[in-house]
């Protein structure tokens, strides 16, 4: 069993869905050896979220972040306010798509779908750097 932790820093991202799939598999070239096994991706953040989408047009990033506006716009009675107007609605948001994937690993590849990518949805206006953990559990090859 083989096991590998690391922290790295991204962006920071303008607002909007951003593919970080090459990020994150700059960050752990030892899943090249990984057989079967598993990749959770964790988000140190509650203002900007973790999704698995289409990697290949990018309307689908556009279209992504104007329906997730439409869900939860800026211009609701939030009580929490002191960070600004773009704070609340990017934890709900946060909330909404999650902080976390888990994505199997097969014969040294991520085993996503052929249109599919990791991505880094960024809830603010003025994002900083974002925090993720990587964490890869498998079977080496033999």
């Keep these: 069993m083989f096991w590998s932790q690391k922290t790295i820093r ?12 090459r990020e994150v598999l700059s960050a752990i070239p030892e899943l ?11 988000l140190q953040h509650t203002s900007a979220s973790l999704t698995i989408n289409e990697n290949a047009d990018p309307d689908v990033r556009t279209d992504m972040e104007t329906a997730l506006n ?27 798509l999650g902080a976390s994937l888990m994505i199997p690993v097969s014969a040294g590849a991520l085993a996503l779908g052929t249109w599919q990518g990791i991505y880094l949805c960024e809830h603010r206006n003025d994002a900083t750097p974002r925090t993720l953990v990587l964490t890869l559990q498998g079977e080496n090859e033999r």
């Design 70 to 96: 439409r869900l939860v716009p800026e211009n609701q009675p939030f009580v929490h306010t002191i960070e600004g107007p773009d704070d609340m609605p990017a934890h709900v948001k946060s909330s909404i």
């Design 10 to 21: 991204i962006g920071p991202y303008p607002r909007g869905f951003h593919l970080i799939t």
């Design 32 to 42: 090249q050896n990984v057989r079967i096994g598993i990749l959770h991706v964790f």
